[in-house]
Every structure is written in C-alpha cells, then in structure tokens.
C-alpha cells in the first residue's frame, strides 16, 4: 500500500524541509522528497493526505510510562500492551519505555519477562490490532525502582524499596535478557555509585530521581555514568542555595539529560521555564509518567498494584500525586504556551532527545527513508494535528 503527505514544512530530527512530500510504502518511509509549491497534491487524490499548515515530525517517543486506556505495563500480557499502544499511536506517541514501578521482585522479574516477550515480538501485540488500527510498541523497559530514596518515594511503595546492589540489579536486566534501557536510582543510598558504574557498563542509562541527594552525592553519580534525572523538581530534594542538592546539580550541569512532567500539575509553567532555560533544547526530555487512567474517565484505577483516585485531571495515592493522566500532544503545546520555545526546540524534547538519552535513535527520534513511518503533523502552536503510525492514519480509540 502507498501514501503520500504533504504538509508545510518537515523537520527530520536536525533539520527542516520546506515543502515535504513523503511517500509511504508497506509502512516504511520510502522518499522524503521537497516539491515544488506549484505541483501541490490534489486533496482529493486518494492514498494522499495533505495537511498544507502543518509540520511533519517523527513520533513522539515516551521513556516513562506505566500505562494508559485502563491498562498498566506491569500485566505484560499483549492484551494490555496493545490497548496501551493504540491509544498512544492516537496520541502521536510511536514508541515508548514500559516503566515498572516499585513491587514486590518477583512481581517486577515476572513483568520484565513478559515484557521482554514483547518487546522481542511486536508482533504479538499488533495482533490485537483492531481493523487495522496502529499500535505504539514498547522498545525497552525502564525500571523506576526498586533503589529509590526511602525519603523522596512518592507513591512508590516503600516496603519494597531496596538498597542498590549489583546482584538484585544483575537478576532484573537478565530478565529482561538486556531489554532494559534505563532505570531510576536514588544517587545517596549505599551502593549507588558502583551500581550505577556497572549499569552503564551493560549499556542501561542511569537516571538520578526519587532523591534526597546533596550536590556531592549527586556529582558522584554523575561522574560514574548517570545520563539523566527522572521527573526533575517531583521527589526530588528541593532547591537550597546553600546546599544546591540534586536538583541544583541537575539543572546546572550540562551534559545530563533531565524528564519534565509538563502538565501544568506536577510542576508549575514558570518552573517549565527555569527548566528549559537551564537544560536548553538538547537535554530536556518531556514525559508523561502516565498510569492506567490516561485516556479515561475520572474514578479508580492502580498504578502497579496500588489504588489511585483520579478527579479533574490529578492522579493521587495517600494524599500525594501518582503518576499522571499526561499524554505527550498535551505535554509538546504545553512546552510551547509556557515557555515560548520555537517548535523545532520544542519537539527535540520528545523526539531526537530521548531517543539520543537512551541510545534508539535507529528506531525513534528521527525521519529517514527505511525507517517505519511514525511520525505527526503538528501546527505552530504544537498541537496535534494527526498521527501517522506505521504508515496508517490513527484515529481516536
Ligand atoms: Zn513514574
């Protein structure tokens, strides 16, 4: 099958092109070509899809997700997965980390095998396909847990908080026969450093967060291989100008990549701004930290084992936020209303950057000929415009 898309402009990850014509064939992206603007496509042409105000994109890609659509990751089964994946494609999201949250360890080594299955097999999720609906696959796991601060745990259940160490670590990315590509680590507990060293070593990111961390601990990490902070400012030390803490150490330090949850209830637009002022276009990373309930109505949901009350758009447990209901279209036209950052800077955070974070770049982030055809149109204003996931139109689920 082949379609065509024409749209204003095109940005490829690094670049721009003025007026794309993209041609679609059997899912991949076979040319991306520049048309002269006076052979504009007829709109009535079928197999073409013209958006004359948009720009072209790559799909967004999501590296901390627990679940949307009445699902969480941790069922693992393709069932889950793939309900989870088809509300996402409608959202401009192609890919994504499945985020385990802190659970009993044979809970989380029982998820991470599951999982992995379907990580190694998309296949078994777009089984579920229905009448041919795109669905956004899980390309690796992000474990946020079980080594996070007793402090700064948020909802994380802290019985089952452990101490980093090497063997318990060791068991979990064997589970997930090395489909785990990041993972959330408090820097100041005991251990941290080494673990964090051989984490990298296997190839997994290490990201600082659910923290009480002082500047030191957290610049120690940062020199054993962190990559990156999860969800900066939520469960993490506050500012001091004294003692800058982690939070300090992260916005200042250049090279590590830093989360956002940018919907305007995890943090506030101004501290967006300080944010994204601090980690410019090139290491910011918006994320939603969704759960189940992304994508349905207000009322009860879990979020891993544990109930979650969701009214008016706030997902709480035992009086603290739990995860959100974010969707990554929100996130990108909320960076865009509260920092005033250009589109091109603007979509770096949920393309190009994670995918560079996380070493995907070959699967996400990007647009190139052979790749799958993921991507959206967006306009100026970085709303959603349409969603384009393995060379098929999303629609609402
Ligand atoms: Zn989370």
Not at 38 to 63: H, I, K, M, R, W
Not at 161 to 168: E, G, Q, S
Not at 207 to 230: D, E, F, K, M, V
């Amino acid at each position: 099958m082949r379609t065509i898309l024409t749209a204003k402009r095109l940005w490829n990850g690094t670049s721009f092109l003025e007026n794309p014509e993209v041609t679609i064939e059997d899912g991949r992206l076979a040319s991306i070509l520049s048309r002269p603007s006076s052979q504009d496509s007829s709109p009535t042409e079928s197999g073409v899809l013209n958006y004359p105000e948009a720009t072209l994109a790559p799909a967004f890609l999501d590296v901390h997700i627990h679940g949307a659509a009445g699902h969480d990751v941790m069922e693992a089964t393709p069932e889950a997965l793939s309900t989870i994946g088809r509300f996402l494609a409608t959202r401009g999201t192609g890919s994504f980390l499945a985020t385990t949250v802190t659970a009993p360890l044979d809970a989380t080594l029982r998820a991470v095998e599951g999982l992995t299955k379907l990580i190694e097999k998309p296949e078994l999720i777009q089984a579920h396909s229905k009448n041919g609906q795109p669905i956004a696959c899980p390309l690796g796991i992000h474990l946020e847990g079980p080594f996070l601060s007793h402090e700064k745990c948020g909802v994380q259940p802290p019985e089952h908080l452990l101490v980093p160490d090497i063997a318990t670590f060791d068991r979990l990315f064997e589970a997930a026969e090395g489909r785990v590509r990041l993972m959330t680590l408090a820097p100041e507990l005991p251990g941290a450093v080494e673990l964090t060293s051989h984490a990298t070593a296997r190839g997994v990111r290490v990201s600082l967060g659910h923290s009480n961390a002082n500047a030191a601990q957290t610049r120690a990490a940062i020199n054993a291989g962190a990559a990156s902070a999860t969800h900066t400012f939520n469960a993490m030390r506050p500012l001091d100008h004294r003692e800058p803490g982690i939070l300090g150490v992260v916005l200042t330090t250049e090279s590590l990549y830093a989360e956002i949850i940018c919907d305007g209830i995890h943090t506030a637009p101004e501290m967006v701004k300080l944010w994204f002022r601090a980690k410019g276009p090139a290491r910011g990373i918006l994320v939603t930290d969704a759960m189940s309930a992304a994508g349905m109505p207000d009322g009860e949901y879990t979020l891993g084992g544990f109930p979650v009350h969701v009214a008016n758009g706030k997902a709480m447990a035992r009086g603290v936020l739990a995860g959100s209901v974010l969707t990554l279209d929100r996130a990108l036209k909320n960076v865009v209303e509260f920092t005033g950052a250009p589109l091109e800077q603007a979509l770096r955070l949920l393309t190009a950057n994670p995918a560079t974070m996380t070493g995907l770049t070959a699967d996400a982030g990007s647009l190139a000929v052979g790749q799958l055809a993921n991507l959206v149109a967006v306009d100026p204003k970085g709303r959603l415009i349409a969603s384009i996931q393995s060379g098929r139109l999303a629609t609402a689920v």
